[in-house]
C-alpha cells in the first residue's frame, strides 16, 4: 500500500467511525439548516471545516502545543451546541443570503478546534522527525471524503423528510439541531476537564 | 414545549446511558511502526509509537503493573514490562527466518509513548514478514500501521485484529 492510501484510509475511517462521533454529529449539525439545492453552500462550508483542522494538524503535528488535550474533547461538543443553537435562534434566510455567511468563518473556526484532536491522533504514528505533509495530506482528503459522505446522508435524510413526509424543513432542522444538542451536552458531562 | 427543547431532552434521555470512548482524551485506535533498514550497521531500526495510555492498558489487561509512564511515579521496572509487550507481540521474518527483536528504549512523545528496537544482523531484506498484535486484544477497532524504509522503497501495510500478518517484498 502507498503512503498516500494509507492515510487515505485512516482520515476516512477516522471521521465515519461510529465510535468517535463527535466529529459526525458536528457534521450533522452544520448541514440540518440546508436543503438539497443548497449543496454549494454545504460544500464550501465542509471545506472551510477541512481548512480549519487542517491548519491546526499541521501545526500541532509539526510540534505546536495549541491547546491541551483534554480542553480540544470538551470544547469539541462546544462547538456542536453552538452551531445547533444558532441553527435554532437564527432565521432560516441568514443561511440564505449570499454575502452575509458567519457561519463560514464560525465553521473555520470550529474547524481549528476539531483539527486539535484529529493531531493527537495522528501524532501518535508520526515521529517529529518525519516529513508530516504527504500524510497530512492524504489524510485530510480521507476526511474530507468522510465529511462529503456524512453530508450526503443527511441530505438524503432531509430529502426524505421534507418531500417523502411533506414536513416543513424547519421542523427537520429543529429536529436535527435537537437531537445533536442533546448528545453534545452528553460529551460535554463526560469530557468535563474541571 | 419547544421542539429544540424536546428532542434534545429526547437524545438526552436515550443516549446518557451510552458512555463513549471520547472521554479517554482520543477516539480512534491506532499505532504506528517505522522499521529502517541500516545497511552500514547491518541493522534494521524500528520505531514503535503507541498512545501512552493505550500502552499502560495492555500491560495491565496481561496482569501486569500500573506504569505511569512519563510521571514522577513511573514504575522502577517499567522498560522491562513495555519491552517484554512489544517483543511479544510483534514478530518478523527476514527472507524466510524468524528473528528477535531487541528492545533498546523508549521516549516520551507527547501522548504517545516512541518506543525503539532493533533486529541485528541484517545484511539484505528481500521478502519481510511482519506480525503486529498490538492492542488487537483490547479494542475491536485497532489499526497497526507498519511503515518500510528499505533503501529507497518505502512501503506501508495496515494491519489489524483480523489481519495481524502480512509479506511485504522489497
Known sequence: MSEFETYLRLGFSHITDLGAYDHIVFIIAVCAVYELWQWQSMLMLVTAFTVGHSITLGLATAGFMLIPTEIVEFLIPVTIFVTCLLNVIKSPNEYRRKKVRFNYPLTLFFGLIHGNGFSNYLRALLGQEESILMPLFSFNIGLEIGQLMIVSLVMAGSTLVVYGFKASHRSWTIFISGAAAGISVILMTQTAFW | ?170
Not at chain 2, 11 to 20: D, G, I, K, Q, V
Not at chain 2, 56 to 74: D, H, V, Y
Not at chain 2, 97 to 117: H, I, N, Q, S
Request: glycine fraction near 8%; hydrophobic fraction near 40%; charge should be positive.
Open chain 2, 1 to 170: 414545549m419547544n421542539p429544540f427543547v424536546l428532542s434534545c431532552m429526547l437524545a438526552l434521555a436515550f443516549l446518557l446511558p451510552f458512555r463513549t470512548d471520547t472521554a479517554t482524551g482520543h477516539v480512534f485506535y491506532v499505532s504506528g511502526t517505522k522499521v529502517k533498514w541500516n545497511p552500514q550497521q547491518d541493522r534494521l531500526d524500528l520505531t514503535v509509537r503507541n498512545f501512552t495510555n493505550d500502552l499502560e492498558q495492555a500491560i495491565k489487561a496481561q496482569g501486569g503493573p500500573e506504569l505511569r509512564l512519563w510521571t514522577t511515579g513511573q514504575h522502577a521496572e517499567s522498560d522491562r514490562f513495555v519491552g517484554g509487550y512489544l517483543t511479544s507481540r510483534i514478530k518478523f521474518r527476514i527472507d524466510g527466518a524468524e528473528r528477535p527483536l531487541k528492545y533498546v528504549g523508549k521516549a516520551d512523545a507527547l501522548d504517545a509513548t516512541a518506543c525503539f528496537l532493533q533486529i541485528g544482523n541484517v545484511k539484505t531484506v528481500k521478502t519481510v514478514e511482519v506480525e503486529n498484535r498490538l492492542l488487537i486484544d483490547l479494542f475491536d477497532d485497532q489499526t497497526n500501521v507498519v511503515q518500510f524504509e528499505i533503501g529507497n522503497e518505502k512501503k506501508f501495510v495496515n494491519l489489524t485484529g483480523k489481519l495481524y500478518r502480512d509479506t511485504v517484498r522489497f
